[in-house]
């Protein structure tokens, strides 16, 4: 069983920035990528950033240049430093485990977080 809990969501005006965490916990033997995905009112959810255990990372084309995924190996824990926030960034931001393996050496496929809300003002 392994459990995502983030945090570091909030509002904040047009502009400013936010710092999001996920930790993740559990019988986790080791994370290849872990991510951000977020979900706005009526639209579907959409990729924001993911970052592999190689460091290799991916970003919506929204969020390129604004948005930095990074990760806390020896804490399971990645965050998303967002910056120039705009409007259209007001989503439910979801902490993504997209593969991962346990303790008992299963590989296991798409962990998610609860989400947090982040609304930006304008």
């Known amino acids: 069983q392994v459990q995502l809990v983030e945090s570091g969501g909030g509002l904040v005006q047009a502009g400013g920035s936010l710092r999001l965490s996920c930790a993740a916990s559990?019988?986790?033997?080791?994370?290849?990528?872990m991510g951000w995905y977020r979900q706005a009112p009526g639209k579907q959810r959409e990729l924001v950033a993911t970052?592999?255990?190689?460091?290799?990372?991916k970003y919506g084309d929204s969020v390129r240049g604004r948005f930095t995924i990074s990760r806390d190996n020896d804490k399971n824990t990645v965050y998303l430093q967002m910056n120039s926030l705009k409007p259209e960034d007001t989503a439910v931001y979801y902490c993504?485990?997209?593969?991962?393996?346990?303790?008992?050496?299963?590989?296991?496929?798409?962990?998610w977080g609860q989400g947090t809300q982040v609304t930006v003002s304008s």
């Open positions: 559990g019988s986790i033997l080791s994370i290849n990528t």
């Open positions: 993504n485990l997209q593969r991962y393996m346990t303790s008992r050496g299963a590989t296991l496929y798409d962990a």
């Open positions: 970052l592999t255990s190689g460091c290799s990372t």
